[in-house]
Structures are given as C-alpha cells and as structure tokens.
C-alpha cells in the first residue's frame, strides 16, 4: 500500500517533496488506513523519477522519506514531468529491487511504473525485465511484456486496488480501480493552466485549490 504524486507542467519539486514528505508520516488525510494522524505510515522505501529533456531519472532509496537525507539536494530539481511513491510494504521485502517508481529503459525511451494496492493474485511473469518479487514489480513485467507483444492488457482478479501511474515512450497513464479502502485508494486530481497533479491525497500546500476525485474504474491519459 502506498502513496503517489505524479505532477506535469510548472511544478515545484521542493513543494511536492515536501508535501509526500507530510503523507508518508500519516499526518495529512484521515481514511480507514489513517484512522489518527500518524497511525498508519509510508516509511519503507521511496522514489522519485524527473524527467530531463527525452529521458527520465530516478532515484530511489529505502529508507523512508522523512529519513533520508538527500531530500533537500532533491528539492532544488527543475524538470517538467515528476512521479514520486512513498511506500508501505506488503508483498515482497524492503529492498532497492521492490523500491519504486519502477523503470526500464529501452533505446526508444523509458518507462515509468508506480503502483498502488496489494494485487494477492499469483501472477504468472512471462519475462523478468526488472528485478524484485512484489506484486507491483509482477505487475510492471507483465505490461512490459503486453507492450512488447502489442497485447492490450492482462487480467488481476483478488486484489486491494490497481491504482497506477505508467510513463511510456510519449504518454503517462494514471488508472484508478480499487475493491476496498475507498477513501484511501481514492485519487485526485488538480489541473490548471500552469500544471496537473494526480495525488493519493490532497496536498498540503494546494489545499485551498479546486481538487477533483477520480471515479473508481477510470483511466486518464497525459502528453509528457
């Protein structure tokens, strides 16, 4: 179970850092997870993915967020396109491996993957293409392998949620589909005219802004 920010357009990284920062330690939105302020916290990995004229970035660690101490050189990144996941560990260790936003590079380009919700299906992988064993990196494989072979999707039937954000070579796709947890699994969206950010949860410091909650079973679709 995780939390996740991806942001396009005039963004300030050292707001959304800080923001997911406030998320991750439990401190911003009650739901059925968060049911006190701080109860229930994202300290098990985190990652953030920039992108930089073509090509995309990424770093990634496993210690918490609120813990690592790269974070401030972090916040005075400039680039147009971010995806950032703070993680809570279910399926699969804590290791670098299972850390996301997940990426792999072909020569045509990148793609970006994070993933929110526990999938318990016991997921055939066709092609390992990234190292890990949770159920996100499966996941990220086996739409790697769709990609590869011009299959438009493949199936998960027992999980939590499926909420995901995928870069590919020109688009980013957020998906939101969930079976528990509405008010935690539920994303939302802010769009004006300098930038759009999907967020796990309305952040801190555009909480005065106009947010909209995406319906369950729904997909958008963004240049990058």
């Known amino acids: 179970m995780c939390r996740m920010i991806v942001a396009l357009g005039k963004i300030n990284i050292g707001k959304l850092l800080d923001d997911i920062k406030i998320v991750a330690q439990g401190?911003?939105?009650?739901?059925?997870?968060?049911?006190?302020?701080?109860?229930?916290?994202h300290g098990e990995g985190w990652g953030i993915a920039y992108i930089k004229k073509t090509r995309w970035h990424l770093y990634k660690s496993d210690k918490a967020i609120y813990?690592?101490?790269?974070?401030?050189?972090?916040?005075?990144?400039?680039?147009?396109?971010?995806?950032?996941?703070?993680?809570?560990?279910?399926?699969g260790e804590r290791s670098i491996e299972?850390?996301?936003?997940?990426?792999?590079?072909?020569?045509?380009?990148?793609?970006?993957?994070?993933h929110n919700g526990t999938i318990f299906d016991d997921m055939q992988?066709?092609?390992?293409?990234?190292?890990?064993?949770?159920?996100?990196?499966?996941?990220?494989n086996?739409?790697?392998?769709?990609?590869?072979?011009?299959?438009?999707?493949?199936?998960v039937k027992d999980y939590t949620a499926v909420n995901f954000i995928l870069v590919s070579k020109k688009h980013i796709q957020v998906a939101q589909k969930y079976k528990m947890n509405p008010k935690y699994s539920t994303m939302k969206l802010l769009k004006n005219k300098e930038m759009v950010i999907v967020s796990s949860e309305v952040l801190p410091s555009y909480k005065k802004q106009d947010w909209k909650e995406l319906k369950n079973n729904s997909m958008l679709e963004f240049d990058v």
């Open 27 to 41: 401190l911003n939105e009650l739901n059925e997870k968060n049911k006190k302020k701080g109860m229930y916290t």
């Open 67 to 91: 813990e690592d101490s790269m974070l401030d050189e972090l916040k005075k990144l400039k680039c147009r396109a971010v995806v950032i996941h703070t993680r809570h560990r279910t399926i």
């Open 98 to 114: 299972n850390t996301q936003p997940l990426k792999f590079s072909t020569k045509d380009g990148d793609f970006i993957f994070a």
């Open 125 to 140: 992988v066709y092609h390992h293409y990234i190292k890990g064993n949770s159920d996100s990196v499966k996941m990220f």
């Open 142 to 155: 086996n739409i790697l392998y769709a990609y590869a072979h011009d299959k438009q999707s493949f199936t």
